[in-house]
Each structure stands twice: as structure tokens, then as C-alpha cells.
């Protein structure tokens, strides 16, 4: 909570500081990775530094949480800091790297607000700074010792035991530790990062989800190549495709991640576009091993059939379930598919039962569409869960 002079002063300074926060994460990435370059090479992924997603995630982020705190005094945005401190604790990061934070933050608000910053200001913003920093240091503490280990520690080597071209651009590689150990056990929906090393010797890293059931013989990452050449955006998907094979080594982190399935009977709704029907079909497997007997509704939209990863599963694993629907959505259909599943999913036509728990995978404009429709039908807004792949952008698209 805020002390009551903090929050006079950020409540004032909240617009000024709200219509700069996108200049202000843009100096204070530029000030941390000149100060420190091994960060943007060995940590940040280049691709959301090129395309400037990341900086609309921490400028979303910061502007949220203040404005949360001047609004609702009394409560924290736990949803929000429970995302970030998940993504966090799979990349390895440490308390001491919030002071590195701290230190360029406010150097970068300083440089763009000028003399505004006084030092009842700073004071103010040092408060709101410090209490997102230290709820994200203790929940990254709590999933760190549940999974035995100090903070940071989270890599182990993983060898590719299987590759499994999924379509053109998509590939699932099967994987176990590299030590003969067990593989550790993680909750239907979770990811792991992944870090390899490129040949201009940068370990850049991605989170993929894990796209089989906790319990699976084989935990396996399924992973749709990035089109973007040698620039940034897709330089570890095609690594992956272009360079890994069955016998080689990868850097895995444990597992985490804040989308998964809940505990319960309560129908289920699993919706997805593109390459986010990877989460889901976690979901969907762990559904149908553990017989869900609720109702279950799958949906998922893609570009066309044969662009559609792991289709023969995505329906397999819906026919095992005693009272479980698909429908897919395609733009480029084939010969004989319904017309009014061709195009953007449109959900007017299903069945959503009372009570349903949806969850959400895919673009950003996908999943807030589906929302809408879901809230339209009375889903409860409290019931409608979603992961991005990527910079959570939902909070700064506004």
C-alpha cells in the first residue's frame, strides 16, 4: 500500500508520468544495455527489443500498477505481477537485478520529465517502484523453493530424443534431461525458456509451451519457425528448425507459467488461433487422462488445414472425452468445410455451458475477440484465462 503523501503526489504526477511512459522504457532500455550489453545478448529477446514490444509491456505494466494503486488502495494487481513473476522465474532472474533496474529507470525518468522530478517525486515513484519490485521478488522466491531450488537456478540440459515435422513451419522435438533424471513435473498449460547459442555467439532465449500432458513419456516443446530471416524476430525458431536434431543438447528451464488448467468438474472451454493450440492440447490431453466428465468445447482458428499443428491430435484427444465438441475455423478452407467455419472464429453458434472456464491462447486481437464473444454469452469475466506468447501487450493496448 502506498503511504498517503505517495499517493497525493503520484495520483498528480500519474498523467505526465502515464504520457511519457513509452519514452521513458525506451531510455531505460538504451541506458541498461549500454551500461550492460550481455543483457540485451544473453537475456532480453532481440526480436521484442527490434520490434519494440517490450518496451509497450513495461511501459503497460508500470502504467497499470500505478494507476491500480492510486484507484484501489486497499488491493494489489496480484493477476498481473503473478504473469510477469512466472516469465521472471523461468528466465533465472535474481533479486539483485532490481536494483540494476531501479538504477537506469530512474535515470531514464529523470532524463525525459526533467526538472518535474523533484525529489518528493522521486520519492513517490521510488514507493510504487519498490512495492511492484518486492511482490515480484517474493512471489519469484515462492515458485523458485517450489521447485527446490535457490533463485536463478533453473537450467538443465535436455537432450532432443525425437523431431516430428508437425507442418512446413512447425516442428515438435521430444525431449528428456540430459542425466537420465526424471523430468520434472509441471501443471497442463506451463512452458519452459529455451537457450541456444547463435553463431554470432548471443544465447538469446525463448518460452515454448510444453505441448504434451504432465506424465507424458516424452515431454515435448513444439515450436512454429519465425519468417524473419536473419533479423532478430525469428533467429531461435529457426535455429531450432535449421540446426537441431535428435541427439543434440538444449538449455531447458523448469517449468512455469500461470495458464493452467484448474482443478474441478466444471465445463471447459479451450480456445486457440495459429501456433497457441500448443498449451491447449496440454490441456486437452490431461482432460482426457484424467476422463473429464463436464463438457468440454474446443475451438481453435488457423490459416488452413495443413497450416493447423497437430490437428490429428487436436481431434483424437476431443473424441476420448465423454461430452467434448471441436470446431475449427479456417480462412483457407478445404473442399467441403462448413461455410460458417470459414474466416475469424465466430462463437455465436456454439454452445457454452453455465459455469464454463475458458482458456485462451493465440494473437492478441484473436483472444480479445473471443472475450468479447465470451462475455457476450455470459462467460464470467473472472472464468476467462489467456496467455500470450511473447510481451503481455493486453494492458497496453489498453
Same mark, same amino acid.
Given at each position: &500500500? ?9 495520483? =498528480? ?64 494487481? @496480484?493477476?498481473?505481477?503473478? +504473469? ?40 513517490? $515513484? @521510488?514507493?510504487?517502484? $519498490?512495492? &511492484?519490485?518486492?511482490? !515480484? ?17 533453473? $537450467?538443465?540440459?535436455?537432450? %532432443?530424443?525425437?523431431? *516430428? ?19 520434472? @513435473? ?7 525458456? *529455451?537457450?541456444? #547459442?547463435?553463431? @554470432? ?11 504434451? =500432458? ?13 519468417? /524473419? ?22 538449455? *531447458? ?17 479451450? =480456445? ?18 484424467? /476422463?473429464? +466428465? ?11 488445414? #495443413? ?21 475449427? $475455423? ?14 475469424? &472464429? ?23 475477440? %473471443? ?15 489467456? #496467455? *500470450? ?5 493486453? !494492458?497496453?493496448?489498453?
Amino acid at each position: &500500500m502506498l503511504s498517503e503523501t505517495a499517493t497525493v503526489t503520484v495520483r =498528480a504526477t500519474l498523467p505526465a508520468v502515464g504520457a511519457a511512459v513509452g519514452e521513458i522504457a525506451e531510455r531505460f532500455y538504451q541506458r541498461l544495455f549500454d551500461a550492460h550489453p550481455s543483457l540485451l545478448r544473453d537475456l532480453f529477446n532481440r526480436g521484442n527489443q527490434a520490434t519494440g514490444t517490450q518496451r509497450q509491456a513495461l511501459a503497460g505494466s508500470i502504467a497499470a500498477f500505478a494507476t491500480h494503486l492510486v484507484n484501489h488502495p486497499d488491493e494489489r494487481p @496480484d493477476a498481473m505481477l503473478n +504473469r510477469i513473476a512466472h516469465k521472471h522465474a523461468s528466465l533465472g532472474i535474481t533479486p539483485e537485478q532490481y536494483r540494476t533496474v531501479r538504477t537506469h529507470l530512474f535515470a531514464a525518468i529523470a532524463e525525459v520529465l526533467g526538472d518535474a522530478v523533484t525529489a518528493e517525486v522521486e520519492a513517490a $515513484w @521510488d514507493e510504487v517502484y $519498490w512495492l &511492484m519490485a518486492n511482490a !515480484l521478488i517474493a512471489t519469484e522466491a515462492r515458485l523458485y523453493a517450489e521447485r527446490g531450488v535457490l533463485a536463478g537456478d533453473v $537450467w538443465r540440459s535436455w537432450e %532432443v530424443v525425437g523431431r *516430428v515435422e508437425e507442418t512446413a513451419d512447425v516442428a515438435t522435438f521430444q525431449l528428456r534431461p540430459a542425466d537420465g533424471g526424471k523430468a520434472p @513435473d509441471f501443471r497442463p498449460g506451463q512452458y519452459v525458456s *529455451v537457450q541456444v #547459442e547463435l553463431p @554470432d555467439g548471443a544465447r538469446q532465449i525463448r518460452q515454448y509451451s510444453l505441448s504434451r =500432458a504432465p506424465g507424458a513419456q516424452l515431454p515435448s516443446i513444439t515450436v512454429k519457425r519465425v519468417h /524473419g530471416g536473419d533479423t532478430p524476430d525469428g533467429e531461435v525458431s529457426g535455429h531450432l528448425h535449421a540446426r537441431v536434431r535428435e541427439g543434440d543438447l538444449l538449455s *531447458v528451464s523448469l517449468p512455469y507459467g500461470d495458464l493452467v488448467l484448474a482443478d474441478g468438474d466444471a465445463p471447459v472451454l479451450l =480456445a486457440s488461433a495459429g501456433i497457441g493450440v500448443t498449451p491447449m492440447l496440454s490441456m486437452l490431453e490431461h482432460l482426457a487422462a484424467t /476422463g473429464h +466428465r463436464a463438457p468440454v468445447t474446443v475451438v481453435h482458428a488457423d490459416r488452413s488445414p #495443413e497450416d493447423h499443428a497437430l490437428r490429428t491430435d487436436h481431434e483424437h484427444l476431443t473424441g476420448k472425452l465423454a461430452s467434448a465438441t471441436a470446431h475449427f $475455423w479456417y480462412e483457407h478452407p478445404e473442399p467441403g468445410h462448413r461455410a460458417d467455419r470459414t474466416g475469424l &472464429m465466430d462463437l455465436s453458434s456454439v454452445e457454452i455451458p453455465p459455469g464454463t472456464r475458458a482458456y485462451l491462447c493465440g494473437p492478441l486481437p484473436f483472444m480479445r475477440a %473471443v472475450r468479447t464473444q465470451l462475455l457476450a454469452q455470459g462467460v464470467a469475466p473472472a472464468d476467462i484465462h489467456y #496467455e *500470450v506468447f511473447g510481451p503481455d501487450l493486453w !494492458l497496453a493496448a489498453g
